[in-house]
């Protein structure tokens, strides 16, 4: 089977509402918690995406019951530290750090040692990170040069840690606050902000949990080792997943989209707000909570003059799978853009800021690079002409998107490889740019 697809022609104007995939963030904080829950927990629109899919897995092979029913899943929780892990565990989480590094938080307590592994893209990401903090809880862990495999083998004498959180990473705060639940006393986190689903979902759990926040970072307290009852969720749709959408849209010309029940968390949110400092045309409509996290439909209007942005970096956290999405942005814009900072771009699936660079001369686009500053010379004008191939970007399932993105908005003659990256976050992505119109062939 073809592994890469074809794009020869823009996209021509769409006006449509649509639907994203389910939040992937949310969705594997709610299986992994729904595992330590007591009781049986029920997830409607789970996202059903390999990094998903292998969070299921994962839970399974430490003995918690899954089943899919009709439009959900339940969980068969057996309360904290409750999976029944049998000896040479390997757990094998595919392409994603959220899991990779979450599910650890929670083996610090196991009674037999686990080994993680992961795919080549996440053989190549820091697990220091979390391992470090791990280690002060008094687990015994340990990792190959700062990557995987780990291994870890729990330990009885656990003792709560103070730790901070210094690069606005949701994935290490949360992984120690996991840990913190099997742990007893209270563990101080201070983090700088990023998204907070965790808290949010500690919260809504009746998990004691504490929170003071002042404008850059949160200082949070987690007493551990109470049980929590199983619980319903229902997960909303992926503001990185939508993405994708907002800015074809704002790109391509007299176009309108409506992207239907949105998880717009303030953590995530960092895309939007460079957006609209740019002069993109996107509003919030029909705006509600629900368990504590603000849900929205995102309305996007096609844009014909984007302003250049000297971008803050306190906004990084917020945007951080949106950057090169961000990028195709700035190089339509009147001006240089400026962003910086951003060194943790090159600790996801792929080096994004170094494919990001490449990517933007590739088209045409001016751009200077000091260290982690990046400057974009951007063309209002731009359209592409000539053939292009997009291979070699480690399957990174954002790199593959936002090709397709700048390829329906710019033009040009594209093959782009790697098509089957999707399934890690958006299996349904192909088909939604089909039926607003795009010719992929
Ligand atoms: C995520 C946090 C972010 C993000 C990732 C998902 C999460 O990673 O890039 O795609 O669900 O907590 P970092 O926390 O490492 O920045």
């Not at 390999?50 to 959900?72: P, Q, R, S, Y």
């Not at 290490?172 to 201070?190: D, E, W, Y």
Request: aromatic share 8%; proline share 2%; hydrophobic share 40%.
């Amino acid at each position: 089977m073809l592994n890469h697809i074809t794009i020869n022609d823009k996209i021509k104007f769409f006006k449509k509402k649509i639907k994203v995939s389910s939040d992937k963030s949310l969705s594997i904080r709610c299986v992994l918690l729904a595992s330590q829950a007591v009781g049986i927990s029920k997830i409607y629109n789970l996202l059903e995406s390999e990094d998903v899919l292998n969070a299921l897995k994962t839970i399974k092979k430490l003995g918690i019951k899954c089943k899919k029913k009709n439009n959900f899943y339940e969980i068969h929780g057996f309360g904290l530290n409750g999976f029944s892990i049998k000896k040479n565990t390997v757990i094998n989480a595919g392409n994603s750090g959220t899991l990779a590094r979450l599910i650890l938080g929670l083996l610090i307590k196991s009674n037999k040692k686990i080994k993680l592994i992961g795919d080549k893209s996440l053989s190549k990401r820091d697990f220091k990170r979390v391992v470090d903090p791990l280690k002060i809880f008094g687990a015994n862990i340990t990792c190959k040069k700062n990557s995987l495999p780990v291994e870890v083998f729990g330990s009885d004498f656990l003792r709560p840690i103070r730790y901070f959180e210094n690069k606005g990473s949701a994935q290490c705060k949360s992984t120690v606050m996991l840990a913190a639940l099997n742990t007893p006393g209270t563990t101080l986190i201070k983090a700088k902000k990023s998204r907070n689903h965790t808290e949010i979902l500690f919260k809504s759990l009746g998990i004691p949990i504490k929170i003071k926040s002042n404008k850059y970072y949160d200082i949070i307290k987690v007493n551990g080792l109470n049980q929590f009852k199983s619980f319903n969720y229902k997960i909303p749709g992926d503001i990185s997943s939508s993405a994708f959408f907002i800015v074809l849209t704002l790109l391509s010309e007299n176009s309108k989209i409506i992207i239907k029940n949105v998880n717009v968390n303030e953590g995530r949110i960092g895309i939007i707000k460079i957006l609209k400092r740019m002069n993109s045309k996107i509003i919030f409509q029909n705006k509600k909570i629900y368990k504590g996290e603000k849900i929205a439909d995102i309305y996007v209007k096609s844009t014909t003059k984007f302003n250049s942005i000297n971008c803050p970096d306190s906004l990084n956290s917020s945007a951080i799978d949106e950057f090169l999405l961000i990028f195709l942005v700035a190089a339509k814009a009147k001006g240089i853009s400026t962003f910086k900072n951003l060194g943790e771009l090159n600790n996801k699936e792929s080096p994004r800021l170094d494919i990001a660079i490449k990517f933007l001369k590739l088209i045409g686009i001016k751009v200077l690079r000091n260290k982690n500053k990046i400057k974009i010379f951007g063309n209002p004008k731009l359209q592409l002409k000539r053939n292009y191939i997009m291979k070699n970007f480690l399957k990174d399932h954002r790199v593959f998107m936002m090709t397709c993105v700048a390829a329906l908005a710019f033009g040009g003659n594209w093959k782009i490889y790697d098509k089957d990256s999707i399934n890690t976050s958006f299996p349904n992505f192909l088909n939604i740019l089909k039926s607003l119109g795009a010719k992929i062939k």
